[in-house]
């Protein structure tokens, strides 16, 4: 039986180092390639053209939004599972737009890692059922007029993130790289667009909806 080819993408090396021995541990996979970096990985596709690639989404400076859909074009027939220690279902669904087959969160298990695989080799789109239980959660719950965290911009969504880890606007500026007036403006946005009235409402709120 052919082997299913993948190529690895983590800017973590004890995760890929992790993968690459569950996954050549098993008969059905070879794992023919490794990278830490976005730009590299579109690289080994071109070149090596693997089967499956799975990407972690959050790496410097390509991040795996941005390789998955250069990989997409320059070796179509390699299929993409994005690999996110984010459940927000509006990473899975961007992660989709860019390309991808698949999307799994690093709280998901070998054998969900490994049907992922085998399903996406196969013809089919997989996401993880950590993702797909916060969608029928957000589907079941009144949210009392709230927009669903999807309506958000990726730029607002990382502010989102740093607001949560503590992080002042000051702070946040520092970190993006962008004007202290462009952070408020995002915030002011945010705000706005999920009907909240304060960053505590906004902390209780992206809590609730699994960010």
Not at 85 to 113: C, F, I, W
Not at 135 to 144: I, T
Not at 155 to 163: A, F, G, M, P, S
Not at 183 to 192: D, T
Request: a positive charge.
């Amino acid at each position: 039986m052919e082997k299913i080819t993948i190529l690895l993408v983590d800017d973590h090396k004890l995760i890929r180092e992790s993968w690459s021995y569950i996954l050549n541990s098993d008969p059905r996979f070879q794992v023919i390639g490794e990278s830490s970096d976005g730009g590299e990985a579109v690289e080994l596709a071109k070149t090596k053209r693997p089967k499956i690639v799975l990407m972690d989404v959050n790496m410097t400076p390509v991040n795996g939004f941005d390789a998955t859909r250069m990989i997409r074009k320059y070796s179509p027939g390699s299929k993409v599972i994005g690999v996110s220690m984010h459940t927000m279902p509006a990473y899975a669904r961007r992660m989709l737009q860019m390309g991808a087959m698949g999307y799994v969160t690093k709280n998901s298990s070998k054998d969900e890692m490994i049907s992922a695989i085998v399903q996406v080799d196969g013809g089919r789109k997989y996401v993880c059922d950590e993702v797909k239980n916060i969608l029928a959660q957000q589907e079941l719950e009144d949210d009392k007029g709230h927009q669903d965290l999807n309506v958000l911009s990726r730029r607002e969504i990382d502010i989102v993130q740093l607001i949560k880890e503590g992080l002042s606007s000051k702070e946040i500026a520092g970190r993006l790289d962008i004007s202290l007036k462009t952070v408020e403006v995002h915030r002011y946005n945010i705000l706005k667009k999920l009907n909240l009235k304060n960053t505590a409402a906004l902390v209780n709120f992206t809590n609730a909806h699994g960010l």
